[in-house]
């Protein structure tokens, strides 16, 4: 454990932030569920409107180091090939 009170306060800070990051990251990740669960009952245009959010959401997260600029294209790329072969 810290004893110096600058520590202390990056441990809280940390914890925070991981909170927050874990919490970004699993709301993409119910997103992307949704978007399989769309395409898998065969509904595109739902599924083309979820592909939005998603798209919003991990340019969002790569912007903020989140997801790495080219994970997340790549994520992205993998959905919308999803979306063209359905």
Do not use: C, P, W
Not at 11 to 21: F, G, M, S, Y
Not at 36 to 51: F, P, S, W
């Amino acid at each position: 454990m810290a004893n110096i009170k600058s520590a202390i306060k990056r441990i809280d800070l940390t914890k925070k932030q991981t909170a927050r990051n874990r919490s970004e990251k699993s709301r993409i990740r119910t997103y992307i569920r949704k978007f399989n669960e769309l395409l898998e009952e065969g509904k595109k245009d739902e599924a083309r409107e979820v592909l939005k959010t998603v798209d919003k959401l991990l340019k969002r997260a790569s912007h903020k180091n989140l997801y790495h600029k080219n994970n997340a294209a790549r994520k992205l790329s993998h959905l919308q090939k999803k979306l063209n072969n359905a």
